[in-house]
């Protein structure tokens, strides 16, 4: 494939947002996206794929239906940085078993070959039932900690220290600090897909699975947080707010057998570390979202 062709598969408005991006670990975006068609102009002819659909795009990766010597399947092409570096390793621990199926992997270049899935995914669903088909991949997806994935305490640890959180509530950033501490000394560590929600489970035509990990090894109550903010215009303010988060946890705790007290501290703990990078962005929105939460979950 020549250059400019494939140049003609990376959409605009993706590259126009990655090339925002600075370094986190690897390339800032504008490098990367620079050299994505050529990226693409060695791996297709190289691992003999076709292309024969049109291009999909996540937060940080491009995604092309593909055929290839096997049949169908999606390639992806993600943006090198932290927090993806392990998603080969996860789906390959996976195997298949709750989450897409790694068919091939270059971590080098940051390139995955993966079944390829329909586009179906959560956000249609009565509420209820996808919180329940979220909280029935744990089981499959919680297994024996990766030696190379990054541990939860550490990392939430440094995310606590940084000055983002000089901008948030004092007693939250405390409380979220006290509820680390304690989470440390817990046990029961497993690899965790790291960014469940609603749109990162889709169908692959008779069941639900996984996709776009960003592994940690940590408690499986870390792994809820993610689908408290889905579908957040239906979630009300106030009580409702209040209400409709809490019944979301409890929805979880019973499917998955998770401690609701722990759930709830350990939600609120995320959201401050997410509130924490949302400041930090100068995104206020996000930043009283996630406030929001953590009073919804507080007693």
Not at 3 to 28: K, M, Q, R, Y
Not at 80 to 86: K, Q, R, S, V, Y
Request: glycine fraction near 10%.
């Amino acid at each position: 494939m020549r250059v400019e062709d494939a140049a003609a598969l990376v959409p605009a408005p993706f590259a126009e947002h990655i090339a925002t991006l600075e370094a986190e670990g690897g390339p800032a975006g504008i490098a990367w996206v620079a050299g994505l068609p050529h990226l693409l102009a060695e791996v297709l002819p190289e691992w003999e794929l076709t292309v024969d659909g049109p291009p999909m795009t996540g937060h940080c990766a491009l995604v092309l239906p593909v055929r290839g010597p096997e049949g169908p399947a999606a390639l992806k092409l993600g943006w090198p940085h932290e927090d993806a570096d392990g998603e080969h390793l996860a789906l390959r621990a996976w195997g298949g078993r709750g989450a897409a199926r790694l068919l091939r992997a270059d971590p080098r270049r940051s390139v995955l070959l993966l079944e390829r899935l329909t586009t179906e995914d959560l956000t249609d669903l009565w509420d209820e039932e996808a919180v329940g088909v979220v909280a029935g991949l744990y089981a499959d997806l919680h297994v024996t900690p990766l030696p190379q994935v990054p541990r939860l305490v550490p990392w939430a640890g440094a995310h606590l220290d940084r000055r983002g959180a000089a901008a948030l509530p004092r007693r939250f950033v405390e409380q979220a600090r006290s509820t680390l501490r304690s989470l440390g000394t817990l046990g029961g560590e497993r690899l965790l897909h790291g960014d469940l929600h609603y749109g990162n489970v889709l169908s692959d035509g008779t069941d639900w699975v996984a996709i776009d990990p960003k592994p940690l090894v940590g408690h499986p109550a870390w792994e809820v947080a993610p689908l408290l903010t889905n579908r957040w215009a239906e979630m009300g303010t106030g009580p409702s707010l209040r209400w409709s988060v809490r019944r979301r946890v409890e929805v979880v705790c019973d499917v998955a057998a998770l401690d609701e007290d722990l759930v709830r501290a350990v939600s609120a703990l995320r959201e401050v570390v997410n509130a924490v990078w949302a400041s930090e962005d100068g995104d206020g929105e996000r930043v009283s979202r996630a406030i929001a939460l953590v009073k919804a979950l507080g007693d």
